[in-house]
């Protein structure tokens, strides 16, 4: 999947009514056809995609919307954690609303060897398969005219990951020039969860002052500090567990990484 920023990867929902048809087997009632096919999202960010009147209630609650998540990635070091993320976020069937900053090109270069002609950020290139078509709107950086620009645009939260120490800065003054900090600075207002995932060693006065402003404002601090206590062998198992505590600190439900002494 390819495109622009702003460019919709819309679920066909045909291919769901039909799929939830078959696994209703000879108990559905007449099929009725999606009467709406317009997303919405209820005051917590779960998007219904669309209605699907006459299927049974367990069907529809084994089938649960997914959640909407605005995620930004700005360009501090730690590329890995945003592709893992992101990744994550995908599979595990979340509405993403994607924004990456024009810097975090160049730290994608650096860290993972790939590169974008400029504004053209490809998620599928970014994560080295192909993404399900609905799953990821992009959004561009410069563009305050999105919908993540609004507080009334509903989503289950926010999270910068990595977060420059330029973003955090900006977050801290509420100056929303950029589109992931207008939009982070909407969850802020309107009291939604926002993560930020900053990076930096080590911190100066003013940093950690703009961390203390973000912390009395709602947001949750979650610094690039990998654990050890899983015993990683690897980048990947060391970077999954920081992102485990991000999927957590969302709210999102999920099955990834190793849990201290929790066998649930
Ligand atoms: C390879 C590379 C690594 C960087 N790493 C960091 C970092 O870890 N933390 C940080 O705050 N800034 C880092 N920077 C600097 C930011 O990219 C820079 O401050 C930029 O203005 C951030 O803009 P953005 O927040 O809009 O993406 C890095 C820059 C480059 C090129």
Redesign the pocket.
């Known amino acids: 999947m390819t495109g622009r920023p702003g460019d919709k990867y819309h679920r066909d929902p045909t291919s769901q009514f039909v799929f939830l048809t078959l696994i209703a087997g000879c108990h559905a009632p007449a099929p009725t056809p999606p009467v709406n096919t317009n997303r919405h999202a209820d005051l917590n960010g779960t998007v219904n995609a669309h209605r699907l009147d006459g299927i049974p209630l367990f069907i529809l609650m084994a089938t649960q919307p997914a959640k909407r998540i605005i995620m930004g990635v700005?360009?501090?070091?730690?590329a890995i954690y945003g592709r893992m993320l992101l990744d994550e976020l995908e599979k595990l069937g979340t509405e993403i609303h994607l924004i990456v900053?024009?810097?975090?090109h160049?730290?994608m270069r650096?860290?993972l060897g790939i590169t974008f002609p400029a504004d053209r950020f490809d998620p599928s290139k970014f994560l080295g398969r192909k993404v399900k078509p609905g799953q990821i709107v992009l959004h561009n950086d410069a563009d305050l005219a999105a919908g993540p620009a609004s507080g009334s645009f509903r989503s289950a939260g926010m999270v910068v990951c990595?977060c420059?120490?330029?973003?955090l800065g900006s977050l801290a003054s509420g100056t929303g020039s950029?589109l992931?900090t207008r939009a982070a600075d909407a969850c802020l207002k309107e009291r939604r969860r926002l993560v930020l995932v900053p990076?930096?060693t080590p911190l100066n006065l003013i940093h950690l002052r703009n961390m203390t402003t973000l912390t009395e404002a709602g947001a949750v601090i979650l610094p690039a500090m990998p654990g050890f206590y899983h015993r990683p062998t690897t980048i990947e198992e060391l970077a999954r567990h920081l992102v485990l505590k991000i999927l957590d600190s969302l709210g999102v439900e999920h099955h990834i990484g190793y849990r201290w002494k929790d066998e649930g």
């Open positions: 700005s360009g501090a070091s730690g900053s024009p810097t975090s160049i730290v650096e860290e990595p420059s120490m330029k973003t950029s992931v990076r930096e």
